[in-house]
């Protein structure tokens, strides 16, 4: 359990970039872990967490968020349309916005709940044909029809491709946030998370660096 040892790392980051202290928040990445594992670091006083499954978010959350105040949920993991509702209902941050069907839906529900995660809009800055997000080129559009729709889009969110180097793919992404003025980006794992500090993340998303490796989910 090392928590407290990425908390200090992302503190030394931010130094050495120099960036102000706190200017980057933990997304503590709680999926496929154990509860008792998950239950040790909401006792170590964290309580940014992030999912990847609606489902399993379910499952889990509404009870520890009874014994925990102050919990703030992120939705990291694809979201089928049709459970942007009971999403809408359980998370505070969906960082996995990424066409415009969804959006237009999130409107609808938002009308009709009075009230809307913050969102992320996922960019797939290495135009990978096997992973979800708005390419690079389609981004400044996309980001305008969200606008229209009324949407409370606050950043943008990446995940590089396994084999390139990180940080252009960081440096891409904070600068298609940049110039659609948006102040936030998520962006940084367990094995790159310094590398996105430095090119300006405010939210990193890390998993098994602070919980351990994940046990192979079970179909
Ligand atoms: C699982 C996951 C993470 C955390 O990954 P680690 O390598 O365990 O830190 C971060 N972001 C997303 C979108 C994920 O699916």
């Not at 509860?35 to 670091?41: L, Q, S």
Request: aromatic share 6%.
């Amino acid at each position: 359990m090392s928590l407290s040892i990425i908390q200090s790392r992302i503190a030394a980051e931010e130094q050495r970039a120099g960036r102000p202290a706190g200017s980057v928040r933990l997304i503590a990445v709680s999926k496929v872990q154990p509860d008792e594992r998950v239950k040790a670091v909401l006792q170590q006083g964290q309580r940014i967490f992030g999912e990847n499954r609606v489902q399993e978010a379910a499952g889990k959350w509404p009870d520890f968020r009874d014994s925990f105040d102050g919990v703030e949920l992120h939705l990291l993991g694809p979201l089928q349309t049709n459970k942007t509702r009971q999403a809408m209902e359980l998370f505070d941050y969906f960082h996995t916005l990424d066409r415009l069907k969804l959006a237009k839906r999130i409107a609808i529900v938002r009308d009709e709940l009075g009230r809307c995660p913050e969102l992320f809009i996922q960019v797939n800055t290495g135009d990978e044909s096997q992973k979800a997000g708005i390419s690079p080129e389609d981004t400044d559009a996309f980001v305008a029809e969200c606008r229209a729709l009324e949407l409370p889009v606050i950043g943008l969110m990446c995940i590089p491709p396994v084999d390139d180097e990180p940080a252009e793919h960081f440096a891409l992404l904070r600068d298609l946030a940049e110039r659609n003025g948006l102040s936030e980006l998520s962006m940084g794992m367990s094995g790159d998370f310094e590398c996105a500090i430095a090119q300006g993340a405010t939210y990193v998303r890390v998993g098994s660096a602070i919980f351990g490796d994940r046990v192979a989910p079970t179909a």
